[in-house]
């Protein structure tokens, strides 16, 4: 195909140099200079050179992009890093969410490495980014004091010289931001998820609403692209769950599927892991997916090998949707429900789909956003149980969505298999917010299900768990301090304990 403008010469590409996650050719690659500052490396590739060209592609591709959708209280965006003509609009859509007014203390931007082996992680601390559009200051007093602090951070010059994972997101913020700020650039070498959790352990005090995490990443690399949209939307799927567990069991399941051509479901795989370490312990963290596109949607990219980018924010939601004694689910509800639950575990296991869901006919109720466990038992024995505690999206979503993880994403189980299906049987449990308790004599066995927070660790109980198991109090606290969260039989003395509600029902109280 002949590109005839100037514009599209910049932008002609190879797909599949751009979106790699270990190789570009850098034969065309600018030359670092002398000078201390790290200079733009792959404009004219990714992205135009010329600032008034760049310009006029930010103002289409945020023009173009969803909205601002009125999410509150953004701590952290993921974006795609691949060339603006393929993933530019998804960017456009993060970038779009944040508040553009606000005075953030730093901006930490979070991408992998792609070239360099890299044990830990490299923070640029010796100078400022440059970009066509001018000069992004980095804190580099932060960047230093990080280094110095901990040995898994440090400063390799060569970690940051041709990566593009950080480049490709600051004309986003040069050209939206309405007041002055600085990021600190940290670029992940390291998969190891012990590392991965001290590196998120490191950044967490700034992980609050003075500053802003920007996590770099594009999702599955090169299957045809209706492969890619499944492969995407359980990698979505495992990281709304805000579940560092979910998201590896999830990406192992992807790889073992044998999709064709897929080399992988998420290349920012430790960037985005490092952002779950410091979320998922926190009951009021909202996730929400934005925008999914992948490169076969832009008149550029070639449908038979494609990538994934997805627009995803992490935001504080301390206002809960529903109130304990506001919400009751009548018999219909229940039905519907399950139904969802077992129609959706039919098909995914059986022909790896997800099936469409006709809300049409459903009560208000169903609409409301609440969080939910899904269970699944076969022969009497527990065969998979996964829920969130968030809610973000309507209870029938969520129980299809828990539906699918519950019956292949639970670590302590082998995914359901297509003859195992008809044996299942299914229970659903609708959560209440959760409340943080000052006193363990304010649980009731059987009513509340609890949940038990201490640094990075964390477990629950469903309320049904004490029925069950005919559990005093204190073996309730021992058992989930112990064999959920990990912190030993006597670790709930001196943790955060919350309790909540759940309406629980079964496909067999309709038998």
Avoid at 245 to 251: C, D, G, K, V
Avoid at 256 to 284: H, Q
Avoid at 477 to 505: M, P, Q, S
Wanted: charged share 20%; proline share 3%; net charge positive.
């Amino acid at each position: 195909m002949i590109i005839k403008t100037k514009i599209n010469l910049l932008i002609l590409i190879l797909l599949f140099v751009t979106a790699t996650c270990n190789s570009q050719n850098t034969q065309n690659q600018k030359v670092q200079t002398k000078s201390t500052d790290r200079q733009a490396v792959v404009s004219g590739q990714f992205y135009p050179s010329n600032a008034d060209e760049l310009k006029s592609m930010l103002k289409q591709l945020f023009s173009s992009a969803l909205p601002n959708q009125g999410i509150k209280k953004v701590l952290a965006i993921i974006s795609p890093h691949a060339g603006y003509v393929f993933s530019g609009e998804v960017a456009a859509t993060s970038f779009s969410q944040i508040d553009v007014t606000k005075n953030y203390e730093n901006i930490f931007i979070l991408g992998p490495s792609h070239y360099v082996s890299l044990q830990g992680a490299s923070i640029y601390s010796k100078g400022n980014y440059i970009t066509p559009l001018g000069k992004v200051k980095v804190n580099t007093e932060l960047a230093e004091k990080l280094i110095k602090e901990y040995s898994f951070f440090s400063f390799n010059k060569a970690a940051h010289l041709y990566e593009h994972s950080i480049e490709v997101q600051l004309p986003f913020l040069q050209y939206i931001m309405q007041k002055d700020y600085q990021i600190v650039p940290v670029v992940i070498g390291s998969q190891d998820q012990e590392t991965l959790k001290k590196i998120a352990h490191a950044l967490s005090p700034y992980f609050n609403s003075k500053n802003l995490f920007i996590i770099s990443t594009d999702f599955s690399h090169y299957p045809g692209y209706d492969d890619a949209k499944i492969v995407d939307k359980r990698t979505v799927n495992a990281i709304k769950t805000n579940s560092s567990e979910a998201l590896l069991n999830t990406l192992q399941s992807n790889a073992e599927r044998n999709t064709p051509n897929l080399v992988t479901s998420l290349c920012g795989r430790a960037a985005v892991l490092t952002l779950l370490y410091m979320t998922e312990n926190e009951p009021d963290i909202l996730i929400t997916p934005v925008q999914y596109k992948n490169s076969g949607d832009t008149k550029y990219g070639d449908k038979n090998k494609v990538v994934g980018y997805n627009s995803i924010i992490f935001s504080f939601n301390k206002k809960k949707t529903m109130k304990n004694n506001e919400f009751n689910l009548t018999k219909k509800d229940k039905k519907d429900l399950l139904y969802i639950a077992r129609f959706t575990i039919e098909q995914y296991i059986n022909n790896n789909k997800i099936p469409e869901i006709d809300a049409a006919n459903f009560s208000k109720t169903l609409m409301t956003n609440c969080g939910a466990f899904v269970t699944l038992h076969k022969n009497g024995a527990l065969r998979g149980c996964i829920g969130r505690f968030d809610a973000s999206e309507p209870i029938y979503k969520v129980i299809q969505e828990m539906a699918i993880s519950s019956s292949t994403q639970d670590y302590r189980f082998n995914r359901v298999t297509s003859k195992e299906v008809s044996e299942l049987e299914i229970e659903i449990s609708v959560l209440t917010p959760m409340k943080k308790i000052k006193s363990v004599d304010e649980i009731q066995l059987g009513k509340h299900g609890i949940y038990i927070k201490k640094g990075f660790a964390s477990g629950t109980f469903l309320p049904q768990v004490a029925d069950e198991t005919h559990w005093t109090k204190e073996e309730f606290l021992g058992h989930c301090a112990r064999d959920k969260a990990g912190i030993g039989w006597d670790g709930w003395k001196d943790a955060d304990i919350y309790t909540y509600e759940a309406i629980v029902f079964s496909e067999k109280d309709f038998k």
